[in-house]
């Protein structure tokens, strides 16, 4: 009888253990999911499109970044809001005048925003600006179009169909990653341009299909004093060569 009773308490002390064992290791997957969540929410938080200014472009070159013409103010980066909501839409539905607007101005299911790089210096500058593809989930890039204004002029970029031409209305991305890439010369003192950018998934696109459902995807736009190939670490300074050599 006492034999049993030592097996059975042997037993619930295992039990116990291994009870403490499973509690402990659901705890750390729960930990582990919230902290995964809370990172991607941040990221998402900030919102579908962001802009960056490389600091040397501020302090050699005295350009600034700003949305707002009445605060003109040294910042190293811009965020646009998301829309409340990123369905698909088709390029018709979109506005005429969204070049017209100052900061943030979504609509339904598009997001737009406006801000300006001006030289604020009493020298000639130039300065390079590339679009790049950040973050994808779910492929949604795919059929996501990215309509780039510089003042009234714009140009709408896709990735290229699965036969490598561009799609309609379109100019093809220069890789996977990079959207566009330019090199803005002779930025006098005084000089300012204005950029606004809109980004919409397209419907009628062939890659809009419920595989892309619940995709996220982040852009950037960085302003950089330079631009350097990371394929071959050498900095490139005619466009044209550049774009030419990213796509081989």
Known sequence: M???????????????????????????????????????????NNGNFSITLD????????????DNPD????????????????????????????YMYEGSNNG???????????NTGDRIADYWSEIVVSDVIKNVDEAVR????????YVTY????????????????????IVAVDHVEDFSPGDKIKYTIVLWIEGSDLECTDNILGGEFKVQMNFNSEFVDEKEGKKKWKTEDMQEELKD
């Open 158 to 177: 896709a990735k290229p169909k699965a036969n490598g031409a561009p799609e309609n209305n379109t100019v093809a991305f220069v890789s996977d990653e």
């Open 55 to 66: 600091d040397n472009l501020y302090y050699e070159k005295s350009l600034i970044i700003y």
């Open 108 to 118: 339904e299911n598009y997001l737009a925003y406006s801000f300006y790089i001006e």
């Open 2 to 44: 006492s034999h049993d009773v030592k097996i059975k308490a042997k037993k619930i002390k295992s039990t116990k253990k291994i009870a403490k064992k499973t509690k402990f290791i659901l705890l750390m997957l729960l930990l582990f999911l919230l902290g995964l969540y809370f990172v991607v929410s941040i990221i998402y």
């Open 71 to 98: 605060y003109k103010v040294y910042r190293s980066e811009l965020y646009a809001p998301a829309p409340e909501s990123f369905d698909n839409i088709s390029y018709r539905w979109l506005p005429d005048d969204l």
């Open 146 to 153: 990215i309509r780039v204004y510089k003042d009234e002029q």
